[in-house]
Nanobody
Framework: QVQLVESGGGLVQAGGSLRLSCAAS????????MAWYRQAPGKQRWLVAA???????NYADSVRGRFTISRDNAKNTVSLQMNTLKPEDTAVYYC?????????WGKGTLVTVSS
């Protein structure tokens, strides 16, 4: 079955960096677009960054220039490098893949940015 496992979250001071990873299994990873979403307490989940099977990327305006999404098809992983973190980046970050019209999510990893 499809399994997505996020890692790399933690507590960091404003201005710092973190690198999140998502390990995927149960899918043909190289042929699927992957995405990172985040959800802050009491707010909706929304798209942070996405990468196509071919490596094209797109970002939410609020993270463009600070975050970088990348993929390693040999390791079945998608990563999110987050730099110049701000307190408003605090959220649970989720990895997502869409297969056959259905969305599959990981359990998320918590990122807390202190001011």
């Amino acid at each position: 079955q499809v399994q997505l496992v996020e890692s790399g979250g933690g507590l960091v001071q404003a201005g710092g960096s973190l690198r999140l990873s998502c390990a995927a299994s149960g899918i043909i990873f190289s042929t699927n677009a992957m995405a990172w979403y985040r959800q802050a307490p009491g707010k909706q989940r929304w798209l942070v960054a996405a990468i196509s099977a071919g490596g094209s990327t797109n970002y939410a305006d609020s993270v463009r220039g600070r975050f970088t999404i990348s993929r390693d098809n040999a390791k079945n992983t998608v990563s999110l490098q987050m730099n110049t973190l701000k307190p408003e980046d605090t959220a649970v970050y989720y990895c997502k893949v869409r297969l056959g019209g259905m969305d599959y999510w990981g359990k998320g990893t918590l990122v807390t940015v202190s001011s």
